[in-house]
């Protein structure tokens, strides 16, 4: 499975930003998908997941109620809509494939590229 991920950028406090990340390769859309996240310092955190059917996503709490994950399976894409935006929310942001276990414990065997998220104050 190859993933690509993309979409992010400089935003301001309260901004919102829409991360996408494309699978590709063997059957791609048979496993949930997970944001994962580096901030400077320190270790990789996990976001939010979701299944392959989409029926079931998680997030922690830090973000709940502000980002939204979801996939379109046709698109073989997921999404990682994020609203009000704060400055700790600064990190790396990949997306990754694997078995929930693994994945929300910011650990996984498939791994999208990165892409910066800064906000600023």
């Known amino acids: 499975v190859q993933l690509q991920a993309s979409g992010g950028g400089l935003v301001q406090a309260g901004g919102s930003l829409t991360l996408s990340c494309v699978a590709s390769g063997r059957t791609p859309n048979r496993y949930p998908v997970a944001w994962i996240r580096q901030a400077p310092g320190k270790e990789r955190e996990f976001v939010a997941y979701?299944?392959?059917?989409?029926?079931?996503?998680s997030y922690i709490d830090s973000v709940k109620g502000r980002f939204t994950i979801s996939r379109d399976n046709d698109k073989n894409t997921v999404y990682l809509q994020m609203n009000t935006l704060k400055p700790e929310d600064t990190a790396v942001y990949y997306c990754?494939?694997?078995?929930?276990?693994?994945?929300?414990?910011?650990?996984?065997?498939?791994w999208g590229q990165g892409t910066q998220v800064t906000v600023s104050s």
């Open positions: 979701i299944t392959w059917s989409g029926s079931d996503t």
């Open positions: 990754a494939a694997d078995g929930l276990e693994r994945l929300i414990r910011g650990k996984s065997t498939y």
